[in-house]
């Protein structure tokens, strides 16, 4: 818990003797930062390979490519990168450095290459047995290749820390952006085991599988960044081989899908862990596809109102007037209060008192979901008329996809495109649902859910028309009909109609599923408090360290997005849930500046509402400075990674946070200090000191 003076940022009584070990913390941090540059995401370093955020990054006079035997080199920010045409190896080259293995060769067998023609800036030559024609150019300091294909087929490649030149692998990290996102030691004996849930599987780039459309490589001082623009039809799959992660992207060209361009950047950076996402966040910029959330307040006022908000579901009792008064009675001056469709939604009077107080308030919602009204389990997926089965989603076999759980069936965005004009499904659902005066819709699914191929007759649909389709509805929600709207996960591609989404924090991987459905982690009753949602469980140890441990958790999805949109962790996963987690969660909590989720209910509101109103008291006033604010920075300050810092803006908040059990330059174990531009001493949060 905080402390009543570690609200403020001069501690009475303190000034001198804090002062001093401030001093005495920042000359340790200087010298920390210089050695561990291997782990530390320096921004200059960064800038100095891969273009100065804001730049153009273009690669010095835009020299054309360098032909030579059967290899091209490449002129990028940082150095050159070599393109072996017989086997799509890709080499980098910074000056006076050994070389920086980019991919290892295709996994297909390519054939003999055709000859290389030069135009320009643009080299290009074909795969005549596989029918591939490849493009590449330098643009904006990275290496732009796009493979484009004749026919249906597939292609294996990039192909990321597997083959020769990597014999500095026992330094080298994988960058995954899964949730948040993770930075895994390739050599690492538990993220090469089946219990981390990595090696062995293949993850969409398009889908909630991965947040962003990218992966990053470090070893021998420096990095790899992959991005790929167009992420359907893409995947990433991991293994495992000789104690050793890799990684490669596989790409499925397909004349239906519209997927015969494969598309993919390479740039070479600093060994920042959140270099790719810092590449990201440029190419966004550069290509006019990010939105920010000033642009976002601007259009609708009422998202302000989510800055400096805890977040929190509501059951029971919970969702009357009376609690809602109690809970900015016990100190929570703004909060996002959501309730499940169960059919027992907040009354229009507790809505209007939860508005009264500044809050942000709604209902969730799908549009995902189909059931015989005569037998639905929910109100959210009961639909008038024929929708269900009419609109279900059909496999290329003719038959019904089975939705969520084995529960009715998908329904297809094509679908309810086609007759929204006229039959006004959606925005029946949506006003029935709000005709309380919620000001806020929680939609699950459409952000993060699986795209899908609808071989119906009525309404067929590609996974990139299922994508618009998505992004066209969330739009009306979000700027026609003006709510602030949240959606689950939000894969990057989504990111510009929403203000908030709940699960990008969360690394999931496969091994949590079982475990939710064990009778350990709660069941859906009583109605009032479900237990899949307030019965504390302790973690497995081997699903706890993939999910929660700090040491390989790194800022991805915020440093690409943090002045987008606004991420907790998954609903069902609230704070309370994992009570072993709850330190290390508030501390990421306020080291990436995203807010905690809650649930509450009339059992738990006198003891929760209090400790969320003093977590809240510390986290408001950092979140209302820079929750608009880019990450510019964050690197780890000790080799165990266990204490870490951030920076947003231009120098608007520092945050240092330490994850360890022993103090760190006079900061203690289990504790977080944030600086706001202009504060003399920092701001000092230590969650288990109740």
Not at 122 to 140: D, G
Not at 572 to 601: G, H, I, W
Request: proline content about 7%; charged content about 20%; glycine content about 10%.
């Amino acid at each position: 818990m905080i402390h009543p003076e570690e609200h403020s940022p001069v501690r009475p009584g303190h000034r001198d003797t804090v002062g001093a070990a401030r001093r005495r913390r920042n000359r340790v941090l200087g010298i920390a930062a210089a050695l561990v540059v291997t782990v530390g995401a320096a921004s200059a370093g960064y800038a100095a390979f891969a273009g100065p955020e804001g730049g153009s990054g273009r690669s010095p006079l835009a020299a054309p490519p360098r032909v030579h035997g059967g290899a091209v080199d490449f002129h990028v920010a940082g150095g050159t990168i070599t393109v072996d045409t017989a086997t799509m190896r890709l080499t980098g080259h910074v000056e006076g450095e050994a070389a920086v293995p980019v991919s290892d060769a295709a996994a297909d067998d390519l054939g003999k290459p055709g000859k290389v023609e030069v135009d320009g800036s643009r080299a290009s030559w074909t795969y005549p047995s596989k029918r591939l024609r490849v493009t590449a150019a330098a643009e904006r300091g990275r290496l732009r290749m796009t493979v484009r294909a004749q026919e249906d087929g597939t292609l294996a490649w990039p192909v990321t820390g597997k083959g020769p030149g990597t014999g500095a692998a026992r330094n080298a990290s994988l960058q995954v952006p899964r949730g948040e996102g993770l930075s895994v030691p390739v050599m690492d004996r538990f993220w090469n085991s089946p219990e981390a849930g990595l090696a062995g599987t293949e993850a969409d780039l398009a889908t909630g599988s991965l947040t962003l459309p990218l992966w990053g490589y470090t070893t021998g001082g420096r990095g790899v960044s992959y991005l790929v623009p167009e992420s359907v039809g893409t995947s990433l799959a991991f293994a495992s081989a000789g104690g050793k992660l890799n990684a490669t992207a596989k790409h499925e060209f397909s004349q239906r899908e519209k997927t015969l361009d494969y598309t993919i950047t390479f740039s070479l950076t600093s060994a920042s862990p959140v270099a790719p996402a810092a590449d990201y966040h440029r190419w966004l910029r550069e290509h006019g596809e990010l939105r920010t959330l000033k642009q976002k307040i601007a259009g609708n006022p009422e998202i302000k109102k989510l800055l400096g908000a805890q977040h929190a579901y509501l059951w029971g009792g919970a969702r009357a007037p009376e609690a809602v008064r109690r809970l900015r009675e016990q100190g929570n001056t703004r909060l996002w209060l959501g309730y499940d469709a169960d059919g027992k939604p907040m009354s229009a009077k507790a809505v209007a008192t939860a508005k009264r107080q500044g809050y942000v308030v709604g209902p969730y919602d799908t549009y995902a979901n189909g059931q015989d009204p005569r037998t639905a389990d929910t109100p959210v997926a009961t639909w008038p008329g024929t929708v269900y089965p009419d609109h279900c989603v059909r496999t290329w076999k003719g038959e019904i996809k089975t939705g969520f759980g084995n529960r009715g069936c998908y329904l297809s965005s094509e679908a309810f495109a086609r007759t929204e004009p006229t039959q006004h499904h959606l925005a029946e659902h949506t006003r029935q649902l709000t005709e309380n005066g919620a000001n806020s819709v929680f939609l699950d699914v459409d952000a993060a859910g699986e795209l899908f191929s609808d071989f119906s007759a009525d309404h067929p649909m590609t996974k990139k028309q299922d994508r618009a389709n998505r992004l066209h509805r969330m739009r009306t929600l979000a700027d026609k009909n003006r709510f602030v709207l949240g959606s689950e996960s939000a894969v990057s591609w989504s990111a510009p109609v929403l203000a908030f989404n709940h699960g990008s924090q969360t690394p999931v991987n496969d091994t949590l599923w079982p475990f939710q459905k064990d009778k350990a982690w709660g069941t859906y009753y009583p109605s009032d408090a479900p237990g899949v949602f307030f019965k504390p469980v302790g973690l497995p140890a081997a699903l706890a360290k993939s999910l929660y441990d700090p040491a390989y958790r790194v800022p991805l999805y915020q440093t690409a997005l943090h002045d987008s949109l606004i991420s907790t962790d998954r609903w069902e996963m609230p704070y309370d849930k994992f009570p072993a987690q709850k330190t290390n969660r508030a501390l990421m909590s306020m080291l990436y500046n995203t807010p905690l989720n809650f649930v509450l209910s009339a059992g738990n509101l006198d003891t929760t509402g209090p400790e969320m109103a003093r977590l809240q008291r510390y986290f408001a006033p950092l979140h209302k400075a820079a929750g608009t604010e880019r990450m510019t920075d964050f690197r780890h300050l000790t080799k165990d990674h266990l204490v870490q810092r951030s920076v947003f803006g231009n120098g608007v908040l520092t945050v240092t946070a330490n994850f360890g059990s022993k103090a760190y330059a006079g900061l203690p174990a289990g504790c977080v200090d944030a600086e706001l531009k202009g504060d003399t001493e920092p701001r000092r949060l230590c969650p288990a000191n109740g």
